[in-house]
Each structure stands twice: as C-alpha cells, then as structure tokens.
C-alpha cells in the first residue's frame, strides 16, 4: 500500500513544513515585545470562523479562547518559540488576539528571601 500524503508527513510529527514557509520568509519578531510567559487571548473577532486561513492561524485562534502563555501556545502547534511569535504577530496585528505582557520584575528584598527558601527547599532533598 503506498503512502499518499507524501514525504512532508510524518506519523507522529504530523505535516513537516519549513518553519520558512510557515512565516513566508520572516526570521524576526513582530513590533509586539512576546515572551514566553506573555498571556494571549483571542478576540470576539478571532472566536469567528476563518476557514480562509493557514492551519497554524486557525489551531492558535481555537487554542486562545481562553488565555494560554506564548509556551503553551508554540508546545501546542508544534512549533519553535520564534516563529510561534511570528505567527502570534500577525493575529494581534489583525486584530485576532489581545495580549498581556507580565510586569516588571521586583526587584527588592522580599525576592532574596524566595530566593533563599528555594535554596533551603533544594537543599532539603
């Protein structure tokens, strides 16, 4: 029996698309400062059908109806952290996803003591 999906499909892996063709080209980020832990939600517009996008937009759109981390979101399509920012880029950009970037980081004592008994705690073990 031969296989009709071609060598760009694997049986665990799913479709082998070049990260190239899923960004058209892009190697860098949108204007929107992403990080790992940024929350992402999807929009009343992005809960609408778009039987006219690529998949990878279509997975993250049905992904976010609840708010997810950009981690969550790139271990979910399969896809490296830098081009899943890509991906999310274009979506906010449309209007698709709204986003929240975490706070700064504080920076005082209180972080030395957690710090401390996480230390204490691996020590423990």
Same mark, same amino acid.
Request: aromatic fraction near 6%; glycine fraction near 8%.
């Given at each position: ?7 760009? $499909?694997?049986?665990?892996?799913? *479709?082998?698309?070049?990260? +190239? ?10 204007? +929107? ?17 778009? @039987? ?10 049905? $992904?976010?109806?609840? =708010? ?11 896809? =490296?952290? @830098? ?7 274009? %979506?906010?950009?449309?209007?698709? %996803?709204? $986003?929240?970037? *975490? ?21 423990? %073990?």
């Amino acid at each position: 029996m031969t296989d009709t999906r071609g060598p760009w $499909f694997d049986e665990e892996a799913g *479709p082998l698309v070049p990260a +190239y063709a899923v960004t058209r080209g892009r190697t860098t980020g949108s204007r +929107y400062e992403l990080d790992m832990i940024t929350l992402v939600v999807a929009t009343s517009r992005g809960s609408s059908s778009h @039987s006219r996008m690529d998949a990878e937009y279509r997975a993250i759109l049905q $992904f976010c109806i609840a =708010p997810k981390s950009v981690a969550e979101i790139s271990a979910q399509i399969r896809r =490296p952290l @830098s081009v899943t920012k890509i991906l999310l880029g274009d %979506l906010i950009a449309d209007g698709y %996803l709204t $986003f929240r970037s *975490p706070g700064p980081a504080n920076t005082d004592a209180t972080d030395v003591n957690l710090l401390r008994m996480v230390l204490d705690g691996i020590r423990a %073990l």
